[in-house]
T-cell receptor, first 110, second 113 residues
Framework: GQSLEQPSEVTAVEGAIVQINCTYQ??????LSWYQQHDGGAPTFLSYNGLDGLEETGRFSSFLSRSDSYGYLLLQELQMKDSASYFCAVADNAGNMLTFGGGTRLMVKP | DGGITQSPKYLFRKEGQNVTLSCEQNLNHDAMYWYRQDPGQGLRLIYY???????QKGDIAEGYSVSREKKESFPLTVTSAQKNPTAFYLCASSNSGGARGYTFGSGTRLTVV
């Protein structure tokens, strides 16, 4: 089976940088994804890491270390609109089915 | 525009009733998925389908049923056997290699009254 651990809540101020960690235990691993979900809304895809290292997409970056079964999402220049829940997800060996972590609720304060 | 449509947005069910949640996509994606989300929790997989006329159980399939008669459609039935059905239900789709990005519908919020 798959299990993922991430902090339940993180608070930061506008303009700051925040890192959301994710550790996983899996029977098969294809890659690590990150999704953002605003209250009452649908999750939206943010980033994907299939190989070790850093992937950068604008203000968001994601990192993966397969040997440590660890990844993180880095959000820079935080804005109020970044207040949302962030989920890490692991894909199975075939690269299709995702198992999600419990989510990290990010609160950005002025 | 391509996307996934879930309906209805809100659904109320009496105890002992079966209800069906609709999910339609026009993205030409092969794979479709149903997830359940409880307040403050992550997403748990109910069922998934990678091709028409084929589907597999996820982690919490008991009390649910699905069909995949068309590539575009993947309806979920919540049966009376599901003892705690009140939740937010999300449908998603992806191409093969879906790890690189699921597209989610806007969800159906089901409440038992």
């Amino acid at each position: 089976g798959q299990s993922l651990e991430q902090p339940s809540e993180v608070t930061a101020v506008e303009g700051a940088i925040v890192q959301i960690n994710c550790t996983y235990q899996t029977s098969g691993f294809y890659g690590l994804s990150w999704y953002q979900q605003h209250d009452g809304g649908a999750p939206t895809f943010l980033s994907y890491n299939g190989l070790d290292g850093l992937e950068e997409t604008g203000r968001f970056s994601s990192f993966l270390s397969r040997s440590d079964s660890y990844g993180y999402l880095l959000l820079q220049e935080l804005q109020m609109k970044d207040s949302a829940s962030y989920f890490c997800a692991v894909a199975d060996n075939a690269g299709n089915m995702l198992t999600f972590g419990g989510g990290t609720r990010l609160m950005v304060k002025p | 525009d391509g996307g996934i449509t879930q309906s209805p947005k809100y659904l109320f069910r009496k105890e002992g009733q079966n209800v069906t949640l609709s999910c339609e996509q026009n993205l030409n994606h092969d794979a479709m998925y149903w997830y359940r989300q409880d307040p403050g929790q992550g997403l748990r997989l109910i069922y998934y389908s990678q091709i028409v006329n084929d589907f597999q159980k996820g982690d919490i399939a008991e009390g649910y049923s699905v069909s995949r008669e068309k590539k575009e459609s993947f309806p979920l039935t919540v049966t009376s056997a599901q003892k705690n059905p009140t939740a937010f239900y999300l449908c998603a789709s992806s191409n093969s290699g879906g790890a690189r990005g699921y597209t989610f519908g806007s969800g159906t919020r089901l409440t038992v009254v």
